[in-house]
DNA sequence: TATAAAGTTGATGATTTTAGTCAGGAATAG
DNA sequence: CTATTCCTGACTAAAATCATCAACTTTATA
């Protein structure tokens, strides 16, 4: 049940434009760098999220990616809808046509069950929550040097 | 997020188990048929399952496998563990040491809340659930045939 | 006790997925 | 024009997944 890391690095990505939001578009080679994500590998992330609508991008100097809508309107939901494609444990629980009585099957409604419940997770998490959380723990960590 | 077909065929071998329970070891061979598992597939699964002490079994004539405890008392958290390992959408998760900073990182604390989600779908289902939903869905198939 | 019936174990292989790399191309600011 | 930056498709290495097979051990029972 792990998410590969189109997901994992993906939510980063997201995360880190969150953070550095309004500033203009920022680098890939920043992005990368900051994420430990490979940069060509990073290339590769971006482009479901631009076709997806939630990032933007432009070429050449001064170029970047940056978010479309605010942090707040951002769930994670759509994030990993957009990097991973459906979340549910088994194939036949979003194409019932695979199994052959998929309505009669007791084990796929546990795993719909669990696809309900971590899209629910998802889904009450926006890119802004992940930035608050962020800072709070930054600070936290600043207080605890302090002392 | 797929679970493997360890997780998927296991909890059908137990349901199996849970819905012929009482009538003495159930043969392997039997099992295969019903579920569509490939009987030398079935074969490896089965051995965590008695290793984590769900099932026992018996070689021979009349030999085949049973559930050790009442089917109320086995829960699907206990199955998926035992099949799948650790359920958690990142490594990092559930060994913290391998990111640096773990306890920094908002991620994580997205990935965490998920495996708790859907622990709590698991631990709530139990094989006696499984085969009572069975049954139910039978009756129904039953009564919509006769309609 | 011989025999057939079952589960057990380890080796092996095919296929698919994942994660990453690379080279070349296209757009943009200055 | 040129340096910079994102874009795209082809490619590859490694790992995971899903089995299959053969040899072996245990058990019931005739
Ligand atoms: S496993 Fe697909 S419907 Fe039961
Ligand atoms: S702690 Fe492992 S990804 Fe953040």
């Not at 578009?25 to 920043?30: C, N, Q, R, T």
């Not at 609508?53 to 759509?78: D, M, N, T, Y």
């Amino acid at each position: 049940m792990k998410l590969s890391t189109r997901g994992r690095y993906g939510t980063k990505v997201l995360l880190d434009l969150a953070l550095y939001q309004g500033v203009g578009p920022v680098l890939l080679k920043d992005i990368s760098r900051r994420q430990r994500i490979p940069l060509h590998y990073l290339e590769h992330l971006i482009a479901p999220l631009i076709a997806g609508g939630i990032i933007r991008s432009s070429r050449g100097a001064k170029g970047g990616i940056w978010l479309v809508k605010s942090p707040a309107e951002i769930r994670l939901s759509k994030v990993i809808l957009l990097l991973e494609g459906s979340i549910a444990p088994a194939e036949c629980v979003t194409n019932p046509k695979l199994c052959e009585s998929a309505d009669a099957c007791v084990t796929r409604d546990v795993w719909l069950e669990m696809e309900n419940a971590m899209n629910e997770v998802l889904e009450s998490i926006t890119l802004q929550h992940l930035a608050e959380r962020h800072k709070s723990k930054e600070q936290l960590k600043e207080k605890m040097y302090y002392i």
